[in-house]
């Protein structure tokens, strides 16, 4: 089995709008805590600006004091007050002085300046609430008081007012440049963020983008089906809508692959997305999962019977012949359905199914679509049970069995040979078919231990078939077993060591198995042929297959496919089909087997038409070993 979509799990992931949403968020909340740190900044440096320079200018103001106070000591002991106005007045250069003045030793006004009007001022040295060498700082105004000392006499005292205005101004001005140039680095940073933001966020949306696209068909890939089938079960499971999941894979792909080239492969695909697109509704999504397998996503607004049109619409919409590969190549599609929540009830469960289906729609023949239904699981538990069964089988070999259908030659109905056909009766699951066999053990790897048993057990059997006439043994090869690069050293080893020449050996291949090993097989099949071994092509006429490269092997028996031979002679179809068919192998010297003839009159038929060997039921069927012994050894008496 392939693997199932849904391994990178099921838990719809946030969508790239809700990422969006909360990168913008964090990028928010990161630009206001970066400004409030900022902010934070240049208060606490406005905070220690204001401390500082309120301790230098009372320094500065406490100089300036004993300074006046000095000088104008003399103008007071004289009481010359102009002189002492004059000397006052000089404080004008000092810009914060709102005013001074002199009391007496009595404390009652002597000079006074101020810069404009201070109808406020103490008029009496007790009206400052100061004396002797006092200051006192308030928010609004700075006032200091100095002793007017001469002689080690106490002649007056000095007392200045000052705002704290310019002070207030030089903070301001501080701070405003401080948030200034904050508000301009945040804006600049907040630009920066959001441009790189803005790159990150293309990146991320075309790394999202290439993420979930497909690179040949620019469909949605396996995320991208993964991430909307959960969104879409989410929503039905909110809303009560029905989903279905069709599930396609391509029948034939590997032969173009392998013929044409990858090239003309993925424009194959490309061709294959067109026409999936043209036949959807636009709300139904496509998915190419890889390689040739597709899903289709609908959200379910219709009964049964429409769903089973629209399927038919899909798969008939591979029908057209494609020409992307420079001629016309005919790939079918075999589809499952299964429907959430009538079949699953979750995703893994649906990809499931609908795969289920999809193998089942390959295994009735292919070029349909099937719905899922419960039974098949028991089919896949049954596939189970049989590797088990197979497994024990190959290392026992006791249940196993060879049965040998005769061939007769057209012309005079003697025997030429025998078809050996596996026949397996096991204890529990009864009697396994040799399609259901060989099919299980292709999956799970144990179709060389089969094959190799198959082929060691006919040729020993043959080896004892002795008398007048030597009988050929034919044994089927399925494709996993030609691409085993240690098959020709495996056959030409059965071949000696059971004493059975290599002309006695027939190997028939389907044009499907000769077709899915183009490469490693031709090399394999001309070494065959050069060491004597006939190699036939089985059931032609029902497979895909290009004449211009089967012409180039080494074939020398073309058995006609019993489909065109069980309506003979009455269908007309099928007597076009057999007569050229005939044509066509003796053209490319090539004996004609017909198989499955069922009557006499399709015998005489296929005797007038030129057939070479016959082989069915009309003749004998399949029988076992020491059957078929008995019939041989009485056909040569
Ligand atoms: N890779 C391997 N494939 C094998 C092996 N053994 C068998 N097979 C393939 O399985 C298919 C089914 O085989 P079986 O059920 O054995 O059927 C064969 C005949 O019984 C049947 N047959 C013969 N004559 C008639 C007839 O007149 N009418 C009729 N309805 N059926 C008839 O045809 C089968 C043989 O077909 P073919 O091989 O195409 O000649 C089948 O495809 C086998 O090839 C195995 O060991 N390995």
Not at 165 to 174: F, N
Not at 244 to 255: G, H, R
Not at 368 to 387: G, K, T, Y
Not at 569 to 592: K, M, N, W
Request: with cysteine.
């Amino acid at each position: 089995m392939k693997t199932r979509p849904s391994e990178a799990g099921t838990a719809a992931p946030a969508s790239p709008a809700t990422h969006r949403l909360l990168s913008s968020r964090l990028v928010v909340t990161g630009i206001l805590a970066a400004g409030m740190a900022l902010l934070t900044v240049v208060l606490a440096l406005t905070g220690v600006d204001y401390w500082s320079t309120r301790a230098s200018m009372l320094q500065d103001s406490r100089v300036e004091a004993a300074i006046v106070a000095d000088n104008i000591s003399a103008a007071v002991v004289f009481r010359d007050t102009s002189t002492a106005n004059e000397m006052l007045g000089a404080l004008r250069s000092s810009s914060m002085v709102i005013s001074a003045t002199v009391y007496d030793k009595d404390g009652v006004l002597f000079a006074h300046y101020a810069r404009d009007r201070d109808p406020d001022f103490p008029t009496t040295l007790r009206a400052t609430g100061l004396d002797g060498a006092a200051e006192r700082a308030g928010w609004h105004m700075l006032e200091i008081a100095r002793p007017i000392e001469a002689s080690g006499t106490t002649w007056g005292t000095l007392y200045i007012r000052k705002s704290m205005a310019a002070l207030y101004m030089r903070l301001g001005i501080r701070f405003g440049t401080a948030l200034l140039i904050a508000i301009c680095v945040m804006a600049m940073a907040t630009a920066m963020v959001l441009r790189s933001r803005a790159a990150v966020r293309d990146a991320e949306n075309r790394l999202h983008e290439l993420a979930h696209t497909d690179a040949v068909t620019g469909m949605g890939n396996r995320h991208a089906f993964n991430e909307k089938l959960a969104a879409e079960l989410q929503g039905a499971r909110g809303a009560g809508y029905r989903v279905a999941l069709v599930y396609i894979d391509l029948d034939n792909f590997k032969t173009v692959n392998d013929t044409f080239g990858h090239a003309a492969g993925d424009g194959l695909l490309r061709q294959v997305a067109k026409r999936l697109q043209s036949v959807v509704r636009s709300t139904d999504t496509i998915s190419r999962l890889g390689g040739d397998e597709f899903a289709l996503i609908l959200r379910l607004d219709m009964d049964d019977a429409a769903l089973e049109k629209y399927a038919q619409r899909i798969v008939s919409v591979f029908q057209a012949a494609y020409t992307e590969v420079g001629q016309q190549v005919n790939v079918t599609c075999s589809a499952g359905i299964a429907t959430f929540p009538d079949d699953a009830m979750d995703m893994d469960a649906l990809v499931s199914n609908a795969d289920t289906a999809m193998y089942r729609a390959k295994e009735m023949g292919k070029n349909r679509c099937v719905r899922f239904d419960a039974s098949m699981n028991l089919a896949v538990v049954r596939r189970q049970a049989i590797e088990q069964a197979l497994r024990a089988e190959l290392e026992q070999g006791t249940g196993l069995a060879l049965h040998y259908q005769p061939v007769f030659a057209a012309n005079d109905q003697s025997m030429v040979g025998a078809e050996a056909l596996l026949r397996w009766t096991h204890a529990e699951l009864g009697s396994v078919s040799p399609l259901e066999a060989v099919s299980v053990a292709e999956d799970c790897g144990l179709i060389a231990p089969l094959g190799y048993w198959v082929m060691r057990t006919a040729c020993r059997d043959a080896a004892q078939w002795k008398g007048g006439k030597s009988l050929r043994v034919a044994v089927n090869i399925s494709a996993r077993q030609l691409g085993d690069p240690q098959f020709l050293e495996r056959v030409m080893d059965i071949l000696r060591e059971e004493g059975l020449p290599a002309h006695l050996l027939e190997i028939e291949l389907t044009e499907t198995v000769l077709m899915e090993n183009m490469e490693a097989g031709a090399h394999t099949l001309h070494r065959l042929s050069q060491l004597g071994i006939h190699l036939a092509i089985d059931d032609f006429g029902t497979g895909y297959s290009s004449l211009a490269y089967l012409r180039q092997l080494p074939m020398r028996r073309l058995k006609i496919d019993r489909s065109f031979v069980k309506d003979l002679p009455g269908q007309e179809h099928s007597r076009a089909i057999v007569t050229a068919i005939v044509a066509l192998a003796h053209s490319l010297g090539l004996q004609v087997t017909a198989e499955g003839v069922e009557t006499q009159e399709q015998a005489d038929y296929l005797v007038r038409q030129g057939c070479d060997v016959l082989q069915g039921y009309v003749f004998a069927r399949p029988m076992p070993a020491p059957q078929f012994l008995a019939l041989q050894a009485s056909a040569s008496a």
